[in-house]
C-alpha cells in the first residue's frame, strides 16, 4: 500500500534555488508526519534560464529511501520552459531522514536538500509576552495558549528563573494532537524598572524554545505639569495683582499608572498665622479632590484672590489674630500647596507665592460748577488722574451722560504716571443739570466726578424772520404751482423776505380765485322721478296678482287624497315598499358595502382589539360541516380579509410585554375555523388559538410578544382557516437589555477632621431610561453595604441609594459591590478608603466600681490614651442599660489622652461584669471589663 502527496507550498522555506543558468523549485524539500511503508512523492520543478536549449541532470540522493520516478533523471530542457521531475520516498524506519537531490547543467550543480520527519508532536506558542505598565504592589497576569499541531500526544516544561518575580502556571504538562492549554504567567510589581528576560519551554525529541517575557514596573505616582508647555511645575508664582482682582493659573495632574489615583490637594502657610488663612481664603484650587483615571490627566486651576480688608474693622476681628498682617496695604503671599495621593501616600508639595498691593490714585479734583451757559455753547474744565502704584499700571474708564462730556473716556496709566482729562459742559437746552460722571478705576473701585451747569436761551445768527403783510397775514415763500389755462389772476403782491439770502432776490406769491360751483335743482326733473318709481310698482304689483290658465292638467300618476281625516272605509294606492324591487335590491347592496367598510377599518388596524372572541371549537353539526370544508381559494382571496401580514413590534425592553391584534374578518356565508400556530416561546402567551367566525363577523387574535433576552427577533407566525390553508405572518422586534445607569462607579470615603461619626456615606442615584421597571439586587461587602439593598427601579425614574463605609481595624479598605439587575448587565462600583494607623491604649484593663445600691448612680473614670502618631476616633456602639461611657466616641489628637466617664446604674441586685470594646478604625479594638 502506498500513499501519495504533494506537498503544499507553505512547507517549503524558499520559493526557489537558483544556479547559473539553472533554477529549481522548491528549494527545500519536506516530508512530514511519514509512516514506514507508505510512499510518498513530491514534485521538482526545474527551469532553463539559458538562451538555447540545454540538458539538464538529476541525481538520485545517496539514501536509498529517496529515488527519481521513472527515467526523469536526465531531462532535454528547452529556453525558459519547466520541467518537472517527481521523487519518491518510502520510509523502512521510524526516524528522521535527511539527504539532498543534486541537480547538474554544464558546469553548474544545484543542491536541494530533502528532509523526512516521522508522526511526532509540535507544540506552537507566541515567542514573545508584553505585560505592559505594571503598579508597583500590583500584579498583571497574561495568557500564552500552547497548541499541539501534530500527531502525536507532546510533553513540555517552563524553566525561568527563580528570582524574578515571574510565576507561570502550569510550568509542565502534556497534550494530545489538536489540543491546546493557556498558560497563566503573572508579573508581580516588586520593584520599580524594566523586566526583560527568557523562559526556556523544553519540547521532549525537539528542539527547546523560548518565550521573551518583558513588562515595565512603575509607582503609582502623579505628576503636576503646566497646562501650556506641559513641563513639570516646581512652584507657582502668581506675581503682583491688585486686592479685589482674580488670576488663575492652570495646570494638570498627569497619572502615568494604568490604575485611577485619588487626591486631596490642601493649602497651607509656613510662615504667615495660620488663623489668616482660616479667616481669609485667598489662594484656592479646584478642584480640591477628585480622581486622575489611568494614563489620563486632569486640569486643575489654581486661584489667587487677595481681599483687602479696611482697618476700621481691626478692632472687630482683630482679637482673633495673632498677626496684623492682613491690614497691611502691601502683603506678599508665601504659601504651600500639598497633594496628597490616597493609594500610594505619595505628597507633593508646591511652593505657592504672589503679591497683592492697594490701588493707590490720586484725582486732583472731583466737582465741577460750570455756572451759566448759552445753549450751544462748550465749556470745559480739567483735572488731573495719578496712578501712585509704581508695580502696577491702572485703568479708567467714564461713561458719558447728557450735556456733560469727558476726554479721553478711557485709558490706562503706568506706573506712576499722570493724565489731564478734559470736561465739557456743552447744553442742547434749556434747563439747569447737576449730575454725576462714574470714573472707574481698574473695574475694583469708582470715584464720583460730580458736574453742575445751567443754559439759558439767546438769538442765533442762523435764525430766520417773518415780516407781517399790510393785511396781517405773515409772509410765506412763494408757492410754485403750472399754469392753468383761462384762469383770471385776481392780484399780484410782491414782498421781501428777511432769511439768509442776498437780500436783492425777491419773489413773488400769486393768489388765484375760481368762480364758485352751483347746485340747482329744477322741478321738471323732480316730478319725471317720481312718476317713474309710481310706474314700476304698479308694474310688479300687477306681475304677482297675475294667475296663467293651464288648458291641460299635467298627470303626475299620483292619486289625489281628499283633505281632512278619512273614514274606515276609505283607501288609496299605496306608495311603493322599501323592501321590495329596486329598492331592497338597492338597500342590500348599501348594507353590504358599508359593512365591508367597517370590517376592512378594524381588519387593517392592528392596535385595534376586539374584546369579544368566539369558541374555540365547532358545535353544531352546521358548524362542524362548515370547518371541515375546503375552500375555494378564489373565495378566500375575496371573502376572508386579515390585518397586516407584518408586525413590527419596534424596540423593546427584556421582560416587556407588547401586543398587537391580527383581525380576521369572514364575508363568507358559512363559517370557517382559524387557528394559530406558534412556535416560539416569546410568542407563547397570544391568546386565543383558535376561534369559530360566523358568516360575516371579525374576529380578534392577541398577538403578545415577550422576550427573557436581549435578541433581534425575525421569524414568523402562522394561522390556518379549516386547517387546510395556512398563511405567514412576519413578526419583528428588536428586543435590547434593561440598562441602569449609575451616577459614578468610584467612591473614596474619607472621614472629616472636625466632625466624627462611626460611619461615613455617600450616595448612588440609580437611573432607569427604559420602559419597563428594573429590578436590582446589590451584594454588600464586608465594609461597604448599600441601603436599600434591593428594589424595583420604576421606568424612565431615578432612585438615590445610600452607599455606607463601617471601618473597623484595618487601613487599607478597597471592594467591588456588584449590582445585579434582573434582565441587564451587572454593575458595579468600587469602594475605597485608607485610613491612618493608629493605636490607642487604656489607662487600666478593669474598672471596679465595688458595691452600689440598686437604684443609685456610681460613676468612675479612667484615660484613652492615643500613643500613635495620628488623630485616632474611638466609639463604643454596644451599650447597655446598666453602663453608660460619656463620651461614647470622639477624637484623640495625637499624643493626646481623653477622660472616658464610666456610670453604673444597676436595676436589680446582681453581680455585674460587663466586657466594653471601644472600635477604633485603624487600629486594634480597646478592650476592658467593668
Known sequence: MSTRARLPAVQMEQPGATMGTVHASPARIEFTNVIPGLLYEATLTVRNLAERAQNIRVTNPECQEFSIKGDSSSIYAPCGLDKKVVLEFRPTEDRVYADYVTVKCGLDELQIPIDARPPCADIVFRSQLDFGTVVLGYSSTKSITFKNEGKRKGQFSIFYDSALPIIATPTHGELEPGASLPIQIRLDGAAVGTLLTEARVELPGAPAKTIELRGTVVSQTLQLVASNTNQPLSAMHFGTQYFGQKRIVSASLVNNSPHATSFVISVDSAKEDKQVLAYFPETTVEPSEGTVDPMSRLDIQFVFSPIEVDPQFASVIGSALTSKAVFNPIRDYNRFATISVVESGQVIELPVTGKAVKVGIDVSQTSFNFGEATAGDKLHAAFTLTNKSDELPVSFNMKKIAHFHASPMAGKLQPLQSQEIIVTFSPKQIGTWKSVIDLAIADLMVVPIRVAGSATAAATPDAKVVQPLASGVSRFPAIRTPPVPNSPVVATTTIARSTSRPPERNEEIVVRQFPPIEFDVEPATASRYINYIRSTHAARVQHKSHVKTVDQPLDLGVESVPSGLLGTGAHFNQLPSSNSGYFAQYKQMMDMKIQKMKAKETTDSDTQFIKKKFKPKPTTQAEMRDCRTKLDRADLFQNVTAGNKVFDFGTMCVYSESAKSLNITNS??????????????????????????????????????????????????????????????????????????????????????????????????????????????????????????????????????????????????????????????DRAIRCMAKLNKVQCTPSTKLVNFDVVAVGLVKRDSMQLANTGTSDAYFYWDNPTAELSLSPSNGCIRAGATVDITLSLSPTKKQVYDIPVRLNVPGGPTVQFQE
Open 668 to 825: 363568507l356565508k358559512q363559517s370557517i375555523l382559524v387557528s394559530l400556530v406558534i412556535e416560539h416561546q416569546e410568542l407563547s402567551t397570544s391568546r386565543p388559538s383558535s376561534q369559530v367566525i360566523p358568516p360575516g363577523a371579525t374576529a380578534g387574535f392577541d398577538v403578545v410578544f415577550r422576550s427573557t433576552t436581549p435578541q433581534k427577533f425575525h421569524d414568523t407566525i402562522s394561522y390556518t382557516i379549516n386547517g387546510v390553508h395556512t398563511y405567514i405572518i412576519t413578526v419583528n422586534a428588536e428586543v435590547t437589555p434593561i440598562l441602569v445607569d449609575l451616577s459614578k462607579e468610584y467612591f473614596n470615603f474619607r472621614f472629616s477632621p472636625d466632625l466624627w461619626q462611626s460611619t461615613v456615606s455617600d450616595v448612588l442615584t440609580l437611573t432607569n431610561p427604559s420602559m419597563h421597571q428594573a429590578e436590582f439586587k446589590v451584594a454588600d461587602g464586608s465594609s461597604f453595604t448599600v441601603k436599600p439593598n434591593q428594589g424595583v427601579l420604576r421606568p424612565e425614574s431615578k432612585l438615590d441609594l445610600e452607599v455606607v463605609f463601617q471601618p473597623d481595624s484595618r487601613v487599607k479598605y478597597e471592594e467591588a459591590l456588584v449590582i445585579k439587575v434582573n434582565g441587564g448587565p
